[in-house]
């Protein structure tokens, strides 16, 4: 057996999972997966804001380095200031490779913690000169402002760290008081808790605002998706909407000169106005004659198709009797069938008496079928339609023919527009625009129905329509149709 395809009310159920992956929206699967924020986020923020940071500590040290030589006492005074000065001049470097963005941002860290660096040497510097266990609140100051600055726990880690070695030093080489070294060790320790503080506040605050800017950014992305989207939708429409007025108007146009070739021809064969003396125009009047039936039929399924799709398609219902109508089918394309001498067989429930939909549109569909059936079936082959009621209710028209059939591949495509099944060589170059299928799948969803394909390559195809229990009529056929 096949692959089943039900088109209409049915589900559809060869989709892929490659085409459900394709119809899911990739913006809303992209909304649901969560933000991640790196390292490397935060460390862009480093970079934008080292300019300005480290510009600020230079200017303050170059302040520094003129105010110590008025304010320290001699000789360490003109030292202080010196060192001071070229730990300005080093800061305001990085400051201006950062400004000039040659500073990347996975080394923004790095060129941070430098000029911290500096400016810790600087201080320890300042104190073993001076001797001042008053300049350890030198230290406390710059671990305090550590933690405003840094985003990146490695390197909090690691300055606090480089203090405390620092401090470990000085007290080694210091004379001072042991009783003020450890006060001012725990006032250290207070300054380290304070910049952990400050430090852990700005790298939660600063997590949250990389993840709405993700977020935002994600947002506004699937809105401009959307909006493209949208533009591309609507241009679409109004392609299509185009090409359905175009073809309604050459449907339209097209179909009067036919109805003349069609009728002249007809009349011609017929002799009406006399006997044609070579029998040759007698062939070429029929190949005119079939040429504009084929062509007329073009235009109505195209015509059909059109009002299909655009919704303006009317359904006029009426009760009439099922096997008739089955009869009645098989009577267009009887023809057809001796042509290829094809057999014909059809069976229909003895409790399915009389239905209720449009009948003209519920012949289409079984012809149409029929039509497709006989195409691809070879010489010599056969072509059945069933009528049948089951369990359910529900009511089933099949036309199943031992043709050439279709791969799975093919049957997913059959219903498409202007789709036609490849030349197969047991069956010729098949005539037709590709529009059966497409047109009975509409119909048939218009009448309130599934359409249900099956096939398989060499071993025929089966078509199948499905009617809901509602179509089923007990009553005689009624004269006049209502809608």
Request: charged content about 15%.
């Amino acid at each position: 057996m096949g692959w089943p395809v039900k088109i209409g009310s049915a589900n559809v159920d060869v989709s892929t999972k490659a085409e459900s992956d394709e119809a899911s929206s990739p913006t809303s699967d992209a909304e649901e997966l969560p933000v991640v924020v790196t390292q490397a986020d935060r460390d862009e923020i480093t970079s934008d804001t080292l300019a300005i940071t480290t510009g600020i500590a230079a200017a303050i040290y170059l302040l520094l380095s003129i105010a110590h030589i008025f304010f320290v006492p001699a000789p360490h005074n003109l030292t202080i200031a010196l060192t001071t000065f070229v730990s300005s001049i080093i800061i305001a470097t990085v400051a201006l490779l950062s400004y000039r963005s040659l500073v990347p941002h996975h080394f923004a860290n790095t060129a941070l913690f430098s000029a911290a660096l500096v400016v810790l040497n600087n201080t320890a510097l300042h104190i073993y000169l001076t001797d001042d266990p008053l300049q350890t609140t030198n230290l406390a100051i710059v671990l305090m402002a550590w933690g405003l600055f840094v985003l990146s726990v490695r390197w909090f880690t690691l300055f606090v760290c480089c203090t405390a070695l620092g401090w470990l030093g000085l007290q080694q080489v210091m004379t001072y008081n042991p009783h003020l070294a450890s006060h001012y060790t725990f006032m250290l320790f207070s300054a380290a808790g304070t910049s952990a503080i400050t430090f852990a506040a700005r790298y939660v605050t600063y997590n949250r605002v990389i993840s709405y800017r993700k977020t935002d950014a994600r947002v506004q992305k699937s809105l401009r998706l959307a909006l493209a989207r949208s533009s591309e939708a609507d241009v679409a429409e109004e392609k299509n909407d185009a090409k359905d007025t175009f073809i309604a108007h050459l449907s339209h146009e097209l179909r009067t000169p036919l109805n003349a070739i069609v009728g002249f021809s007809e009349a011609i064969s017929l002799e009406t106005m006399g006997p044609i003396n070579n029998p040759k125009y007698s062939e070429y009047v029929k190949d005119i004659n079939d040429a504009g039936l084929h062509l007329t039929s073009i235009l109505e399924d195209l015509h059909d198709l059109v009002l299909v799709e655009k919704g303006e398609l009317k359904v006029a219902l009426s009760t009439f009797s099922a096997p008739a109508a089955l009869d009645a089918c098989l009577a267009l394309v009887t023809h057809r069938a001796g042509d290829k001498n094809i057999q014909l067989r059809t069976s229909c429930d003895p409790d399915l008496t009389f239905l209720t939909s449009d009948q003209q549109r519920f012949r289409q569909i079984l012809v149409n079928l029929l039509t497709n059936a006989i195409k691809y079936t070879p010489e010599g082959g056969e072509v059945a339609l069933k009528a049948g009621l089951h369990s359910d209710g529900r009511i089933s028209f099949e036309v199943s023919d031992s043709g050439v059939g279709m791969s799975p591949e093919e049957v997913k495509k059959a219903s498409l527009p202007f789709w036609r099944a490849g030349p197969d060589m047991t069956v010729g170059d098949v005539e037709g625009s590709g529009l059966g299928l497409a047109i009975t799948t509409q119909l048939t969803a218009l009448l309130g129905g599934t359409f249900e394909l099956e096939s398989q390559t060499g071993e025929g195809t089966t078509a199948r329509i499905w009617l809901p229990p509602s179509c089923r009529a007990y009553d005689r056929p009624s004269v006049t149709s209502f809608a």
